[in-house]
């Protein structure tokens, strides 16, 4: 055997060889292997997020389709229930169309269609076929409710158009006007007070715009309804002795639950341009002091301390700056649990609390000094505006304020409701509506047809 | 006689008239338990207007109790006669007046039960508040009016179940046909006669059938327990 012949590789020795190639091969291909394989999963792990987020998008894209188709399907719904309306509005328009193109035919050729009236101091425009009914409305109003007012600057400029109809003609008052307007099937009671309304309205539109004294005092108008019996429940009812002891013929603490002597706020007033901060401020102290004395004169400490304790908007306030130290919640614990009065006023005075008896209630009494006060009061009520409340009262009815109170108290008391004061009479009337009912059971004929 | 009536009606309307008399002994305490103070409130802030503002609402359940119990009270009255054909009745040696009369008279009995529930409900209530100065309770006068109420709606509702139904259906459309006839009537009158236009016929006859002297005054009048 030739050495050649007998150079048979062992096994042994082929193994490291075998292990070297095997390695080198490896090691060769692991990297090329290896890099696609991490490129694929780098490239899968960047691509899987943006996977996910197409899907989601696509998700998203297919739930805002949807959501969209359902909007716009439920606002094709909703435009289809409108296309009633549209064309009613539609017909309504070309209605009034031809309703204006009527009247400016009608007037082109001379033939009026509505009528214009004086009733007092009112002037009413209203259709031709209406004018007899509504000068004999607003003759009963004016009459029952206006008949002392003599001058009124304000209605001197209105006009108002009235009409009681179904099928109305277009009225335009070149300054607005007040246009009272009502349905066929309206009540007459109902269309007299719409007109007392509306007068009186305008009649607080003229206090207000006068900016006096009264005007801030009372807010209404003095010559809208007023129900006397929940005045006095009202008047008996708050918690304010001062508002008992008016009621039990106390003139002076009428006047003092109503707030007649209640300072007005320096802001009501306006600020001057040229006043100074320290002005203003003093200007402000000055009020203060006033409504310290105001509040003693309205209510007694413990009304006073129990309106702090009750008062909604200082319990808040409390319950925020509890613990702070800061002064509303300081003050509230020595008013409230401190029993401190001066406390009490202090909080009092920074929510500007008011008078027993509010701006409702004072309106009835300018409604009494204007009826006390007869023709002219009105104008008499205007004429100072700079006046304070009690002399401006006292000058439009003519009588002293204390006479003035104790009629006004009167009239209060005089409406006070009766509660069960009627029971005996209105129990006998019971008694006998049964007795007619029990008579009329015995009189059925019943048996004699059974 | 009477006795027998009163125990017969008794006897049928029973778990009816329990109920009723728990209402009615209730309602006056429902109506002041939401007039507690405010948490955090002091007691004082327990306004007056506020209390009667409070009982307002429940107002109109004591009238409506009144007719619910006046109703009851009349329909289970004649019940048994309906259903017997009136043979009982009728084999009682008695005229039919002397016969309505005790049957009446023993439903005005039973009437007074449940007005003493709410007599003793509104006592309890009124002693379970303190008011403020300037209101004041009225247990016994609410209590006669609601007495008053049951006994007006229970004689209407007699006399109507006291007829033959022939005459009860006659009633009633004459009732219907008023309000509705009276209305279109109304209407084309004011076309007509500007009269009928400041004057409403069945809106009138209403008017003056809930207010003095009208049968139903007693029922819209006042129903406060609690008031000035």
Known sequence: ?450 | MYKSMLFLHWKQIRPALALTVVAAFALPLLMVSSLGTPPGMDAMSLEAYRIVGGVDEWLLFFPLLAIAIGVTLALSSWNWDHQLNHVYALSLPVTRWEYTLQKLLAGMTLALIPAAGLWLGAHLAAASIELPEGLHAYPNELAVRFSFAILVSYAVLFSMAAGTTKTTLKTMGVILGFVFFGVMANDFLATYYPYFDRVQIVEGVFEWMMHAPGPFEVFTGNWSLIDV
């Open chain 1, 1 to 450: 055997m030739s050495r050649a012949g007998r150079r048979v590789h062992s096994p042994t020795r082929l193994v490291p060889g075998i292990a070297f190639s095997a390695f080198v091969l490896f090691a060769g291909l692991v990297p090329a292997i290896a890099r696609p394989a991490e490129a694929r999963a780098q490239q899968s792990t960047a691509e899987q997020p943006a996977r996910e987020q197409a899907a989601r998008e696509q998700t998203t894209r297919e739930q805002t389709s949807e959501s969209t188709a359902r909007i716009v399907a439920d606002l094709h719904a909703r435009l289809d229930s409108l296309a009633p309306l549209l064309i009613e509005a539609e017909d309504r328009l070309r209605s009034r169309e031809i309703r204006d193109q009527r009247a400016a035919r009608d007037a082109a050729a001379g033939i009026a269609t509505v009528d214009t009236l004086r009733v007092g101091l009112l002037t009413i425009i209203t259709p031709i076929d209406q004018s007899g009914l509504a000068k004999d409305l607003f003759t009963e109003v004016w009459a029952e409710y206006f008949s002392d007012i003599e001058q009124s600057n304000t209605l001197a400029e209105t006009v108002f158009t009235f009409q009681w109809s179904d099928d109305r003609v277009p009225i335009h008052v070149a300054s607005g006007g007040h246009h009272l307007t009502f349905d066929r099937w309206v009540r007459r009671s109902r269309v007299v007070t719409g007109i007392r309304d509306a007068l009186a309205k305008t009649f607080e539109l003229e206090l207000k715009s006068t900016n006096s004294r009264v005007s801030y005092w009372v807010f209404g108008s003095p010559f809208r309804e007023h129900d006397y019996r929940d005045t006095y429940r009202f008047i008996a009812t708050t918690r304010a002795r001062v508002s008992r002891n008016c009621l039990a013929g106390d003139a002076g603490a009428c006047g003092s639950a109503l707030g007649l002597d209640a300072p007005l706020p320096p802001f009501r007033a306006g600020r001057d341009r040229n006043q100074s901060e320290e002005e203003w401020r003093a200007l402000e102290e000055q009020y203060e002091a006033r409504q310290l004395e105001s509040l003693t004169a309205w209510y007694t400490p413990d009304e006073r301390r129990a309106m702090v304790a009750g008062n909604h908007m200082l319990a808040d306030l409390r319950n925020r700056s509890a613990g702070r130290g800061v002064p509303w919640s300081v003050r509230w614990g020595e008013c409230v649990e401190g029993d401190v009065s001066e406390a009490c006023d202090a909080l009092l005075v920074q929510i500007n609390a008011n008078a027993p008896l509010p701006a409702q209630i004072r309106e009835t009494l300018v409604a009494y000094a204007l009826e006390r006060g007869g023709r002219g009061a009105w104008s008499r009520l205007l004429e100072n505006p700079e006046a304070p409340a009690i002399t401006a009262l006292e000058y439009a009815s003519t009588v002293p304020i204390d006479e003035l109170l104790n009629g006004w108290r009167t009239l209060i008391m005089s409406n006070r409701p009766d509660t069960y004061s009627a029971i005996v009479p209105r129990g006998a009337l019971a008694v006998l509506w049964v007795l007619f009912f029990s008579f009329l059971a015995m009189r059925s004929t019943r048996w004699r047809l059974g």
